[in-house]
């Protein structure tokens, strides 16, 4: 009867350090994006959709020089234009936040 209750109580043990584990690791990636608490006054440009750009491909190729991340830029994209997903398409006008030097030199 000790051997059962024995075992049973490793599981246990195994199954809470599972759960807190994996609480820790869903609380630092949900973190871990460091989405902005408030937006930022940024220029903006107009941008025209072409095929197969997403706001992932838009945000990293348009980030340079930026001091927010392609996962915020992408939060502050979609939030800025009003999207309730990440799906844009060929020929949409949406508006990215431009890089003062960027909007200078242009």
Do not use: R
């Amino acid at each position: 009867m000790s051997f059962i209750l024995n075992k049973v109580k490793k599981s246990a043990d195994a199954s809470i350090f599972i759960l807190i584990l994996s609480a820790g690791l869903f609380f630092w990636t949900s973190t871990a994006a460091g989405e902005p608490k408030e937006m930022k006054e940024y220029i903006t440009s107009e941008w025209t959709v072409t095929q197969g750009e997403s706001l992932w491909s838009i945000a990293t190729s348009n980030g340079i020089g930026s001091d927010m991340s392609t996962e915020q830029m992408v939060h502050w994209i979609k939030t800025y234009n009003n999207l309730t997903n990440e799906t844009i398409y060929p020929g949409q006008k949406i508006h990215i936040p431009v890089v003062l030097d960027t909007f200078a030199s242009n």
